[in-house]
């Protein structure tokens, strides 16, 4: 970690430091998209269908687009196939 910040620091200067929040939260918000993406599963195509906004999280991260890096899956007749 102290790597990771000297070397943002001296690279960008301490205008950097404040861009590490906003990077870290949105390579969460990818990989948690894309992690729900890859099983089926999306919160935006679930609130759209009960016809509701999306479920709020103290971070706000609902009141983003999807960050998901995949298509999410289509779910087939039988629960453990997935269709692409």
């Known amino acids: 970690l102290v790597y990771l910040v ?4 001296k690279r960008v200067g301490p205008l950097g430091l404040l861009g590490i929040p906003f990077c870290t939260l ?3 918000k990818t990989a948690y998209d894309t992690y729900t993406a890859y099983h089926g599963r ?3 195509a679930d ?3 009960k016809n509701e906004p999306p ?10 687009p999807s960050f998901s890096l995949i298509e999410t899956r289509k779910l087939v007749a039988d ?3 997935f269709r692409l």
């Open 6 to 9: 000297s070397t943002i620091y």
């Open 26 to 28: 949105a390579m969460e």
């Open 42 to 44: 999306s919160i935006y």
């Open 47 to 49: 609130a759209a269908k």
């Open 55 to 64: 479920p709020q999280f103290p971070s706000g991260g609902a009141q983003l």
């Open 79 to 81: 629960p453990v196939v």
